[in-house]
């Protein structure tokens, strides 16, 4: 029997990372109007996120795709707020033609973090 192609059958070990063809969705909490900008920790639920703007209007929601896009290395236009709009349990997708190399980046990145 054949192995299934190298996209269908990568894992990240991150289970609040979810990694589709076309994307990657990232699942973490954010702590708005916190002073700074800044990755607290990592947990088993995922990143948790200190922003500096306040949860009115979108700004916080806009702060953190803006943060992720610079993460990524991809435009904003690229990072979309998926679910958690007014709370602050959030999932963000990531368009990438690379969600696998994006995943092990982020959570590279994000491992100096590590609680």
Do not use: C
């Not at 996209?7 to 990240?12: D, G, N, S, V």
């Amino acid at each position: 029997m054949s192995r299934p192609p190298f996209a269908a059958r990568a894992k990240t070990s991150a289970a609040w990372l979810t990694i589709k063809p076309d994307r990657l969705r990232i699942a973490l909490s954010v702590r708005p109007a916190a002073g700074r900008q800044a990755v607290l920790r990592v947990d088993e639920h995922g990143p948790v996120v200190a922003l500096k703007s306040p949860a009115d209007k979108g700004k916080a929601n806009n702060e953190l795709l803006r943060m992720l896009a610079r993460a990524a290395l991809v435009p904003v236009a690229y990072v979309r707020l998926a679910r958690g709009e007014k709370g602050r349990r959030k999932e963000i997708e990531i368009l990438t033609a690379h969600p696998q190399q994006l995943a092990v980046r982020l959570q590279s990145a994000l491992g100096s973090a590590q609680s």
